[in-house]
């Protein structure tokens, strides 16, 4: 328990200056935290934002996240929107660098697959088993009219 | 009931307790593991993208994609002066090039002056030294964050990615993996 509290207090009194290292004093890349003029291509590049993870604040999109790659991705993202590019592309152009683990929309794949069948599996043995237990409650009379 | 089907249910019965347990397993396990939080470039393996980024510093040129498949295996280390285990790094750097390894380095998101002031407190390892004002090449090449290094093969192939600052015991195996990336 005290080990627990120990932790918690060198948590608590390291944090702030792990935080403090990650400091640039650049002035933010030019889209970082400027929308598009079209709002159509800025929903777009909202959309794609918000479901890529932030590298540095590991449960944030970066979206929602002031960490300065974070904000050099958005800018990223946005030009090449506005430059006509689709948002699956820039995606994509993303997991072939950091992986699956950028993306908040999970992709099925070799490992992902079960994900995706589970709850069909489920569904087909739920529907199994109703059937049986209608069936049987069929079989001994069924309602009685 | 035939006896069969009691003894199927009373199997059937600790099902239940069954999978609870194997779920506290998993988030036991899920709770004791170490976490390991870094994110490893996919591009190892694969040729550098096109670049060409401007001098970072007074006396040391730009660095471009060409520069480094001149058939010489040679470090690149992203960098920052902003950033505290780079300067920690430092003089695994300056030993490495000592060695007579080729370090190129790529500065993000850093002021001029601020790499000036970083380069003479900590020494200056580097062949090249490449501005990277927006991100654009950590980010094409899958870095996550400063300091990181890679090592790159004499056709501009990356060969391996070390994450975080290189301590002491890093430094045989950096030049292991450029060894390696020579045959």
């Given at each position: 328990m005290s080990r627990l509290l120990l932790v918690i207090v060198l948590a608590l009194t390291l944090l702030p200056s792990v935080a403090a290292r990650?400091?640039?004093?650049?002035?933010?890349?030019?889209y970082a935290y400027r929308q598009l003029d079209d709002p159509k291509l800025e929903a777009k590049a909202q959309g794609l934002m918000e479901t890529i993870r932030c590298l540095?604040?590991?449960?944030?999109s970066i979206a929602d996240s002031d960490a300065s790659i974070a904000g050099d991705m958005r800018s990223q993202i946005r030009e090449r929107i506005a430059a006509g590019e689709e948002p699956e592309a820039i995606r994509a152009w993303l997991v072939e660098r950091?992986?699956?683990?950028?993306?908040?929309?999970p992709r099925v794949t070799s490992l992902t697959w079960p994900l995706f069948a589970a709850p069909v599996a489920i569904l087909l043995v739920a529907a199994l088993l109703l059937r049986r237990r209608f069936g049987r409650g069929e079989r001994n009379g069924g309602p009685q009219a | 009931m035939t006896e069969a089907s009691v003894k199927r249910r009373s199997w059937a019965l600790w099902l239940p307790l069954v999978v609870f347990g194997l779920f506290a397993a998993l988030f036991l396990w899920g709770l004791v593991r170490t976490k390991d939080d870094t994110v490893p470039?996919?591009?190892?393996?694969r040729p550098l993208p096109a670049f060409d980024l401007p001098a970072a510093t007074d006396g040391k040129p730009g660095l471009k994609h060409a520069d480094l498949a001149d058939g010489k295996p040679r470090l690149l280390n992203v960098f920052a002066s902003w950033c505290i285990p780079c300067a920690a790094e430092a003089p695994q750097l300056a030993r490495l090039a000592a060695a007579g390894v080729e370090v190129e380095g790529v500065a993000i998101r850093d002021h001029r002056e601020d790499l000036a002031a970083f380069l003479q407190r900590n020494g200056n390892p580097y062949h090249r030294i490449g501005a990277d004002d927006l991100g654009k090449l950590q980010i094409a090449i899958g870095?996550?964050?400063?300091p990181e290094t890679y090592v790159i093969d004499g056709k501009g192939v990356i060969r391996y990615q070390h994450i975080g600052d290189i301590t002491p015991d890093d430094v045989a195996l950096l030049q292991a993996k450029l060894k390696e990336a020579a045959l």
């Open positions: 990650a400091d640039d004093t650049m002035p933010p890349a030019p540095t604040c590991q449960s944030q950091y992986g699956d683990y950028i993306t908040y929309t | 470039s996919r591009l190892v393996g870095s996550s964050g400063v």
